[in-house]
């Protein structure tokens, strides 16, 4: 929320978070980190580059699916050995 300069800073539960994503910003030229968040549209941040939206996007990803990259990490390694043998 904006009132003239300041800006309301939220905290939100990790667990909760879901479809991270970036989008178009409609409001200016750039890129948004949107995200649901108990049943609502939320966004993190000013409009910025895609590069840096993709970023934080992946970051939350890795936060939130900590179990699930592990277990990609160990197929890939696992398939690695695999085609080396």
């Known amino acids: 929320?904006?009132?003239g300069p300041f800006k309301a800073?939220?905290?939100y539960d990790?667990?909760?978070l879901r479809?991270?994503?970036?989008e178009d910003d409609k409001k200016?030229?750039?890129?948004?980190?949107?995200?649901?968040?108990?049943?609502?549209?939320?966004?993190?941040?000013?409009?910025?580059?895609?590069?840096?939206a993709a970023r934080i996007v992946a970051?939350?990803?890795?936060?939130?699916?900590?179990r699930r990259r592990a277990r990609q990490r160990a197929k890939s390694r696992a398939a690695r050995t695999r085609a080396r043998q």
């Open 1 to 3: 929320m904006n009132v």
């Open 9 to 11: 800073i939220t905290e």
């Open 14 to 16: 990790l667990a909760r």
């Open 19 to 22: 479809n991270p994503r970036v």
């Open 28 to 52: 200016r030229q750039g890129r948004a980190v949107r995200f649901d968040y108990d049943e609502r549209q939320r966004s993190l941040g000013d409009s910025m580059p895609r590069s840096s």
């Open 59 to 66: 970051a939350l990803a890795r936060m939130r699916y900590p």
